[in-house]
């Protein structure tokens, strides 16, 4: 699994940061996590081809946050995009993305299904699921929530050992079934072991509020919106806005493991003050640039 940072900054884009973007990549699926302007041309430069993204979840209709929609659903028809699109977003997102391309007059020729999501499980397949919860920044917002499934693995070591042969017996042990083999009962788990699925959170523009908590319980990474330092809490209070350090809070009473920062305000030239911030709170940090990659095992 792949994630793939390509946008960290905030409502203005700078040389350094673009607006908001991030693509999860994981096997045949590349899940994009908002689209701000200009989204398409980061992932060309990131070396990935527009026409792999498989979902777009957005967060909410700011326009750092939606401004690359028509662009990158333009040049996915003019690619002869092969998959059906799968885009989600709050209330009123199918809408605002019906109303958007009728204004600019653009017919989308893609296959693609819009929805706005209505319940905590917006999608879910053998290997992962998506999560979403309400968040509060003045208007419909999202956090998501990645979450690859458990997988059993069998020891081959030990099938080996006991003499079992490739075949359906291997296959009900790698669903969880017990076998008879030689005479004896053996259970799933004396020759397999459960690999736990990773979390990955995406907290995008909000306030702190209980679902932020909520949302990123044991998450593996938490992405977090992280505007302002607490010099500028006001400012975060007015625009409802996380700061580094409230980012940090959620992580520590989320029990996160590691906590990437990202969407800063074009007034930070660099992250120093951003990550002091947040290292007030909690110590696995780490702020985000373009193009930044996270590789996770
Ligand atoms: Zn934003
Ligand atoms: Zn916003």
New binding site residues.
Partial sequence: MIITFLGTG??VPTKERN??GVLITYKNENILLDCGEGTQRQLIIAGIKPTKITKILISHW?G??VFGLPGLIQTLGASEYSGKLKIFGPKGTEKKFRNLFENLDIEITIDYDIKDISKEIFFENKEFRLEALNLNHGLPCLGFNFVQKDVRKIIMSKIKKLGIKQGPKIGKLQRGDSIKHKGKIIKSNQVSRIIQGKKITYI??TELCDNCIKLAENADILIS?S?YDSTHKDKAREYKHLTSRQAGLIANQAGVKKLVLT?FSQRYKNTQSIEEDARTVFDNIICAKDFMKINIT
Avoid: S
Wanted: glycine share 0%; charged share 25%.
């Fill in positions: 905030c409502m607006t908001a700011h750092d946050h995008a523009d919106e505007v969407h």
